[in-house]
């Protein structure tokens, strides 16, 4: 399996996973104008994709689902409430084909399977454990806190894909509201560097070829501070990245080589 990272900040996210047989989205807060141009710089179009996984319904997570749909009406999958939700908040020109997952519940799209599970973020959130033959993967973003349960499955883990969000220094000089930091570093907000690096460690993540550090903010925190951080946490060697904010990455497979 190998995944590629189209967007990622509280501007957009959206990240593609795709193994011999079978191509899923988790996420799709792109702007109408960058899906076709995103998907077509790492050599997809919205044809290629089997499947939407969403993990909550915040807008940098859901804006471009719409536009998604319209080129490629594939099935939306997730938790009934995050499905209620995005229903109830966007309008969609035909009804989407929901389908709803039971968290610890594995389910197979294609040559995939994938269990969601729930994470701890102001609306209903959830991450996703994938498997592909012999591989897994972790997607964890927006959440204020790393639950128990993840850090046991993550242990074998392959690749990772986790939310670095802000530095915890820079809050200091941030010209957010108060509120919004408030918010940011309580236990339904977001990942700060250093709780990731408190993740990455308590994983363990032996066997991982290569973590992504995700949704960094662009005003309070930035890649040099996040791998600096995440790097003293991690298995010396292991391969790390940021993910870029508003532009497409480049796959994992190419990144390894
Ligand atoms: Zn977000
Ligand atoms: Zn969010």
Redesign the pocket.
């Known amino acids: 399996m190998r995944f590629c990272s189209l967007s990622s900040?509280?501007y957009a996210?959206s990240v593609v996973i795709q193994d011999n047989r079978t191509c899923v989205l988790i996420?799709c807060?792109l702007r109408k104008r960058d899906i076709k141009p995103f998907l077509g710089s790492v050599g997809l179009s919205p044809g290629d994709i089997d499947a939407v996984l969403v993990?909550?319904s915040?807008a940098?997570?859901v804006y471009g689902l719409k536009f998604l749909l319209k080129e490629n009406n594939v099935p939306v999958y997730s938790t009934a409430g995050v499905l209620r939700e995005i229903n109830s908040r966007y309008s969609f020109s035909m009804q989407p084909n929901f389908q709803v997952m039971q968290l610890f519940e594995e389910i197979g799209i294609g040559s995939m399977s994938l269990i969601p599970f729930r994470l701890s973020?102001d609306v209903e959130t959830i991450g996703f454990f994938i498997k592909s033959g012999a591989e897994r993967m972790g997607v964890i973003?927006?959440t204020g806190f790393v639950p128990d349960n993840c850090i046991k499955a993550f242990e074998t883990l392959d690749y990772l894909y986790i939310?670095s969000n802000h530095d915890i220094e820079m809050y200091r000089y941030s010209s957010k509201p108060r509120h919004v930091i408030k918010r940011n570093l309580g236990p339904n907000g977001?990942l700060s560097n250093g709780q990731c690096g408190e993740a990455l460690e308590s994983m363990g993540l032996n066997k991982c070829k290569l973590v992504t550090l995700a949704?960094l903010s662009e005003d309070d925190n930035n890649p040099s501070r996040a791998l600096e951080s995440a790097t003293r946490h991690l298995v010396p060697g292991t391969a790390l990245v940021c993910a870029p904010s508003r532009v497409p990455g480049r796959w994992s497979d190419l990144l390894l080589k």
């Open positions: 900040s509280s996210n996420d807060g993990t909550h915040h940098d997570h973020h973003t927006d939310e977001h949704h």
